[in-house]
């Protein structure tokens, strides 16, 4: 079946730091790819998304890019902000059964 | 992005009640929405399938008898927890889909509704 395993948390950074959160898969077929990102009490929130290989997802100074020779997408981020503490997901998408599956989640918590 | 809300967005409920949680796809029509349970600190875990005009696909390990799901019309699909137990407090989260030319692609999530059983 497919799965999704992103790197453990917790992360913890400094302000203006650079960001990286590994994620990997294991899937048939061609999914899509995604991130997501949960804030405290909150449902999740689409980050950002690449559907075919090479494809580079990018939202609020976060990068993604679908490497299919490695199976990752790894999330980046040049410098981060303490408003992007929350818990980040990624996720893959069975394009033939709509099926999503989700990595087991890390929090980054950026401190001032 | 797609709109989906859920109502209640947090519950109270007596062991051995019944509880429904609407999922709404606001300006979108969804053939297809997915029920996940969240527990805290974890990730999600895919509960069922729910298509339109059918039956769900309850994922293996989910009891069907006791989480009840109805997709009526494109817009709505309904989670009854049957018979609540403390055991089943945990955060529902619902997201809508659907299929163009018989593939899907993203899902758009509702804000997640908290479930609380005394």
């Known amino acids: 079946g497919n799965s999704v395993t992103q790197m453990e948390g917790p992360v913890t950074l400094s302000e203006e730091a650079f960001l990286t959160i590994n994620c990997t898969y294991t899937a048939t077929g061609y999914p899509s790819l995604f991130w997501y990102v949960q804030y405290p009490g909150e449902g999740l929130q689409l980050l950002l998304k690449?559907?075919?290989?090479?494809d580079k997802g990018s939202n609020k100074g976060f990068e993604a890019t679908y490497r299919k020779e490695t199976t990752s997408f790894h999330l980046e981020k040049g410098s981060v902000q303490v408003s992007d503490s929350a818990v980040y997901f990624c996720?893959?998408?069975?394009?033939?059964?709509?099926?999503?599956?989700f990595g087991d989640g890390t929090t980054l918590t950026v401190k001032p | 992005g797609a709109v989906v809300s859920q109502h209640p967005s947090w519950v109270i409920c007596k062991s051995g009640t019944s509880v429904k949680i609407e999922c709404r796809s606001l300006d979108f029509q969804a053939t297809t929405m997915f029920w996940y349970r969240q527990f805290p600190k974890q990730s999600l875990m895919l509960m069922a399938t729910?298509?339109?005009?059918?039956?769900?696909?309850?994922e293996q390990g989910v009891e069907k008898d006791k989480f009840l799901i109805n997709h009526a019309s494109l817009t709505l699909s309904t989670l009854t927890v049957t018979s609540a137990h403390p055991e089943d407090s945990s955060f529902y989260i619902c997201s809508s889909s659907h299929s163009l030319a018989g593939v899907y692609n993203e899902q758009f999530f509702g804000p997640g509704t908290r479930l609380t059983v005394l």
């Open positions: 729910s298509n339109e005009g059918s039956k769900a696909t309850y």
């Open positions: 996720a893959l998408t069975d394009t033939n059964a709509g099926k999503s599956t």
């Open positions: 690449a559907t075919k290989a090479d």
